[in-house]
């Protein structure tokens, strides 16, 4: 079967560091995404894996293990406005299709 | 560019109304996605078409939902009759190819339609 899992919820403190974990079993793998989700709005993209290691974009970095089924999303110097939900998602073999996690609601406070 | 356009934007109806989406994808995308977003379930993959012909429609409930695309700029979904467990955020995705192996393609998210029925 398919399966994502991102703890539900993470609380951080404005300007510090936190990491956001999701490990994934599914029958195929054709690259890992992280979304970012404020409340009532539609989903972003911040960041693709594809192949082991860190990709890094500004404040945000992702790295990805394929052997170990896991992903983390780091994000440096927290800001308020980084509050939303942040959703891992598996594309799998067959393309186009993105299986979504549930999603970690992240909340920094001052 | 616009980004992608749903509309509507809220929908209220009854217990056993049909209901119809709809979703204008950003032009020159190919691909056009329909999510379904709960508390319950999170954002689940209804269907996908690729140059307007359904790919996967796997994620589709039963048959009382159906989705069209008759041309590259005009998607709809359907439920009909609906159903109280159909409230939900229904999304609209759109992207431009996969790129290849290595490739990605960005999914850009239309604001969703909020569907209470009642």
């Known amino acids: 079967g398919q399966n994502i899992d991102q703890p539900t919820e993470m609380t951080a403190t404005e300007g510090a560091i936190v990491q956001i974990n999701c490990t994934y079993q599914?029958?195929?793998?054709?690259?890992l995404f992280w979304y970012q989700q404020h409340a009532g709005e539609a989903p972003t993209f911040l960041s693709y894996?594809?192949?082991?290691g860190l990709e890094e974009k500004g404040r945000f970095s992702s790295f990805l293990s394929r052997s170990k089924g896991y992903s983390y999303l780091l994000l440096k110097e927290l800001q308020m406005k980084d509050s939303a939900s942040y959703l891992c998602?598996?594309?799998?073999?067959?393309?186009?299709?993105?299986?979504f996690g549930q999603g970690t609601e992240l909340s920094v406070k001052p | 560019d616009a980004g992608v356009i749903q509309s509507p934007r809220h929908e209220v109806t009854e217990m056993g109304q049909e209901v119809t989406l709809r979703c204008k994808p950003i032009?020159?995308?190919?691909?056009l996605f329909w999510y379904r977003q709960t508390m319950m379930r999170g954002l689940e993959l209804l269907i996908y078409?690729?140059?307007?012909?359904?790919?996967?429609d796997s994620g589709m409930p039963e048959d009382r939902f159906s989705a069209k695309m008759p041309n590259a700029s005009f998607s709809t979904l359907k439920i009909q009759p609906s159903e109280p467990r159909d409230s939900a955020v229904y999304f609209c995705?759109?992207?431009?190819?996969?790129?290849?192996?290595?490739?990605?393609?960005?999914?850009?998210f239309g604001p969703g339609t909020r569907l209470t029925v009642l």
């Open positions: 995705a759109s992207s431009f190819s996969l790129g290849g192996a290595l490739g990605y393609n960005e999914q850009f």
């Open positions: 599914t029958s195929g793998f054709n690259g």
């Open positions: 894996n594809v192949l082991d």
């Open positions: 998602a598996v594309r799998d073999s067959q393309g186009g299709k993105l299986i």
């Open positions: 032009s020159g995308h190919d691909y």
């Open positions: 078409f690729n140059n307007n012909v359904p790919i996967d």
